[in-house]
């Protein structure tokens, strides 16, 4: 069964520290992504890498990066947590390959950050 | 040009109703559109997906509806059941590193 796992489901840090939020994935996908979802904003991606230790931005990167050394493991590291970056944090993966139809993306459950 | 709009932002039907929700794109470059189901506390899981070169998609009780030339798909559930109550986002994607989502519906079925 696919699975995508992320190391919180809840979080609460201070203002100015630095977060690490991890995704696991087993399926050997090569592609993964980062999202933050919001009320009436829908799911914005932050970042995405289609292989290990390649990364490319996406609509929102700012305030944010990501580490990407081992295939099944994709990172998301906000530098210095701010209070606008409240949200909830979704990882998800794809195979480069695609399945019957498109490039199924398989989500975690998610991640609830507050910044305080 | 990479925008999905996505109506209505919520919707309430009746047990046994149709619930529609509608997409539009712009980029012609998009050729895979799935829709997400999401309920609360859970990730999105892929409901249903259709390519541009047909023009409906069914699955059970649920179908898409897709119209190249207008750039819009649509969501159908038949028979909507409580158990549908969810949030439904619909995408666009090419290649499989370009996903665009909706902004999301909020669907609640009355038992």
């Known amino acids: 069964d696919v699975k995508v796992t992320q190391s919180s489901r809840y979080l609460v840090k201070r203002t100015g520290e630095k977060v690490f939020l991890e995704c696991v994935q087993d399926m050997d996908h090569e592609n993964m992504f980062w999202y933050r979802q919001d009320p009436g904003l829908g799911l914005r991606l932050i970042y995405f890498s289609y292989d290990v230790k390649m990364k490319e931005k996406g609509d929102i990167p700012e305030g944010y990066s990501v580490s990407r050394e081992k295939k099944e493991r994709f990172s998301l590291i906000l530098e210095s947590a701010s209070t606008n970056q409240t949200s909830m944090y979704l990882c998800?993966?794809?195979?480069?390959?695609?399945?019957?139809?498109?490039?199924?993306?398989?989500f975690g459950p998610g991640t609830r950050l507050t910044v305080t | 040009q990479q925008q999905v709009k996505q109506s209505p932002q919520s919707l309430i039907v009746q047990k046994g109703g149709i619930s529609i929700i509608n997409c539009a794109y712009e980029?012609?470059?998009?050729?895979?559109f799935p829709w997400y189901q999401q309920f609360p506390g859970k990730g999105p899981a892929l409901l249903i997906a259709?390519?541009?070169?047909?023009s409906e998609k069914k699955e059970g009780r649920f179908t898409i509806s897709f119209n190249k030339s207008a750039k819009q798909f649509s969501l159908h559930i038949m028979d909507s059941q409580p158990g549908d109550s969810a949030t439904y986002f619909c995408a666009a994607d090419y290649y499989g590193q370009n996903f665009v989502f909706g902004p999301g519906t909020r669907l609640s079925v009355l038992p």
């Open positions: 259709i390519r541009p070169d047909v």
């Open positions: 998800a993966s794809s195979t480069r390959t695609p399945g019957q139809g498109g490039y199924e993306q398989y």
């Open positions: 980029n012609t470059a998009f050729d895979y």
